[in-house]
């Protein structure tokens, strides 16, 4: 079982930054890949980015590639998401996710991959 905690969301100009982070319990945190998703009202969630279990490897949606960076600490059970130049379009709800099967990364954006999820945190970008 795994439980996760996202922070670092809130109001942010246009152009600016900011840095999610999403905690993690459970000791197979590092077996795991994990994923940021963001869903806006009215709309499906979405895959933002993914990074393996070791972080070797990192994936990214296309409207963020080069504004975001995730990364992970396995020691400190820990994944983030730096988020630089945002727009008002990265206004959401942000979520990190778990992936149900250790080792794998496979269709990293499906959300029907992951089986754990955070409650999420808003983030307002204003324009």
């Not at 963001?38 to 504004?67: C, L, M, N």
């Amino acid at each position: 079982q795994v439980q996760l905690v996202e922070s670092g969301g809130g109001l942010v100009q246009a152009g600016g930054s900011l840095r999610l982070s999403c905690a993690a319990s459970g000791r197979t945190f590092s077996a795991h890949s994990m994923g940021w998703f963001h869903q806006a009202p009215g709309k499906e969630r979405e895959f933002v980015a993914a990074i393996t279990w070791g972080g070797g490897q990192t994936y990214y949606a296309d409207s963020v590639k080069g504004r975001f960076t995730i990364s992970r600490d396995n020691a400190r059970n820990t994944v983030y998401l730096q988020m630089n130049s945002l727009k008002p379009e990265d206004t959401a709800v942000y979520y990190c996710a778990a992936m149900k099967d250790a080792h794998y990364i496979g269709t990293y954006y499906d959300t029907r991959q992951y089986a754990y999820w955070g409650q999420g945190t808003q983030v307002t970008v204003s324009s």
